[in-house]
């Protein structure tokens, strides 16, 4: 499949500032990315608790989606700088699409309101989430090893997942051996639950998708609708039907892409490898 590039960009946001909201840590990939392809400058605050509006943990339940938790921080982050342009992210964990593994899905959302647009980057891959009860300090450190700790924080609490007794961020041995035994004391079934700790600045595996999420929100950033040049014009989808080189039937591969812009009317159709023939591998015809 041919690579399909953006149109050329005025760069409108070069040498912008921005504000981020964030108490984990995501100013660590975010800021160098627009430095190094914006040279634009990310303002950061962390006057605001983010964990208010939901957390991993379950303690605190997430107020809408996850785009409008992103668009949340990125507002109050606005507002605490007096900027006029705002980023900030949301994750979500869950299966994969196949449901074999746990997933991440990252957002990290532009709010523009000079120009009244918002800009939504996006990023998924295998996560580093995982969670059980254990009863034995063995258990404990099988579990923990699996778990890529102390690379990877943990969470450990009493009995099950909702108990409110909760420690989060242990990333040392020591820290994890007593709030084991801690819980242990605790509990009324003689288990502890464990689990990953999913917070940005606890857990690598899922920064690095922040990082793609923000490389991707730049890339949406510098491509211009060809109608109107504002930023923001990409994808939306992509249309199936690729003729199969054996029976000319419509297959599962994509054939073109739905490109619209952020803020109106205007779309086109992009064909991905104009002449190309599907395989028959993914044609229902050839293979039902």
């Known amino acids: 499949m041919s690579v399909t590039t953006t149109t050329p960009s005025l760069d409108i946001y070069r040498g912008g500032r921005f504000s981020l909201l964030t108490q984990h840590g995501k100013e660590s990939v975010v800021t160098p990315l627009f430095r190094e392809m914006l040279d634009a400058t990310v303002e950061l605050t962390t006057g605001f608790d983010t964990d208010t509006l939901g957390t991993f943990t379950r303690d605190v339940a997430r107020l809408g989606n996850q785009l409008e938790a992103a668009r949340t921080k990125a507002n109050k982050g606005m507002e605490l700088l007096g900027l006029p342009c705002g980023i900030a992210s949301e994750g979500s964990f869950g299966p994969d699409p196949f449901g074999l593994f746990a997933w991440n899905v990252e957002l990290m959302i532009l709010v523009d309101r000079p120009r009244g647009i918002e800009i939504v980057g996006l990023a998924q891959g295998p996560a580093q989430d995982h969670h059980g009860r254990v009863s034995t300090l063995e258990a404990l450190e099988s579990f ?145």
């Open 144 to 288: 923990a090893r699996g778990a890529r700790f102390p690379d990877h924080g943990l969470v450990v609490r009493p009995d099950d997942d909702r108990d409110p007794r909760v420690r989060k961020g242990l990333t040392d041995w020591p820290a994890l051996h007593e709030a084991f035994e801690q819980a242990l004391a605790q509990s009324q079934n003689a288990t502890v639950f464990i689990e990953s700790d999913l917070r940005a600045h606890m857990n690598p595996t899922r920064m690095a998708v922040i990082r793609q999420a923000a490389e991707n929100l730049i890339q949406r950033m510098r491509s211009e609708c060809p109608s109107c040049s504002l930023p923001g014009y990409w994808r939306v989808e992509r249309i199936l039907g690729l003729p199969c080189r054996d029976c000319g039937s419509p297959t599962n591969e994509a054939r073109a892409e739905r490109w619209r812009c952020v803020a109106g009317d205007h779309q086109e159709v992009r064909e991905l490898s104009p002449g190309a023939l599907g395989d028959p591998v993914r044609c229902n015809d050839c293979n039902p």
